[in-house]
T-cell receptor, first 112, second 114 residues
Framework: NAGVTQTPKFQVLKTGQSMTLQCAQD?????MYWYRQDPGMGLRLIYY???????DKGEVPNGYNVSRLNKREFSLRLESAAPSQTSVYFC???????????FGPGTRLTVT | AQSVSQHNHHVILSEAASLELGCNYS??????LFWYVQYPGQHLQLLLK??????LVKGIKGFEAEFIKSKFSFNLRKPSVQWSDTAEYFC????????????FGKGTMLLVSP
């Protein structure tokens, strides 16, 4: 039981490049979330998916898109990376009837 | 909008000192409350949570937190810290309805010196 997994662990992009961060969970959870963590800012919600087939914007969605590919997978895409998107990105999931979120190990992204 | 305030950004303690980290939230309705911990280089782990019932909740590694509804507070405590408690601590709140999104505080970095 791996819980929540994320790939890649590290990534360096140049301004304007695109990439997709992958997240998968094996806990049969309905809800999945993408956060970014910046020093002194805590975690801020980018997008979430309450269930397969639905996605909604969080606090800081600009510059990102998401896809809930199936119940297990929730990807985050940066179409044209900017230095302001340098951050650590965490994926999380939550089971139905539970309020607790389980977090993945994170992806450290640097945009130069 | 709901917000979560953590009083201290950085705390430095010696081993065996007592710890209290403050957390206040702004939402007036029913809330669920969490403390997460992030050890250096690791992902967030749940320390403890409060949904209802006894306002004093106990978590892992000797941590506890007290929910005081009248003060909109959920402070984290530990009687005697260890060097291994060095980490960043996040308070988080959600509303038990809708899509249950979490709002996090900005975090408190705790450094425990041996």
């Amino acid at each position: 039981n791996a819980g929540v997994t994320q790939t890649p662990k590290f990534q360096v992009l140049k301004t304007g490049q695109s990439m997709t961060l992958q997240c998968a969970q094996d806990m049969n959870h309905n809800s999945m979330y993408w956060y970014r963590q910046d020093p002194g800012m805590g975690l801020r919600l980018i997008y979430y998916s309450a269930s397969e087939g639905t996605t909604d914007k969080g606090e800081v969605p600009n510059g990102y898109n998401v896809s809930r590919l199936n119940k297990r997978e929730f990807s985050l895409r940066l179409e044209s990376a900017a230095p302001s998107q340098t951050s650590v990105y965490f994926c999380a999931s939550r089971g139905q009837g539970s309020y607790e979120q389980y977090f993945g190990p994170g992806t450290r992204l640097t945009v130069t | 909008a709901q917000s979560v305030s953590q009083h201290n950004h950085h705390v430095i303690l010696s081993e065996a000192a007592s710890l209290e980290l403050g957390c206040n939230y702004s939402y007036g309705g029913t809330v669920n409350l969490f403390w997460y911990v992030q050890y250096p280089g690791q992902h967030l782990q749940l320390l403890l949570k409060y949904f209802s019932g006894d306002p004093l909740v106990k978590g892992i590694k000797g941590f506890e937190a007290e929910f005081i509804k009248s003060k909109f507070s959920f402070n984290l405590r530990k009687p005697s810290v260890q060097w291994s408690d060095t980490a960043e601590y996040f308070c988080a709140v959600n509303r038990p309805s809708g899509y249950s999104t979490l709002t996090f505080g900005k975090g408190t970095m705790l450094l425990v010196s041996p």
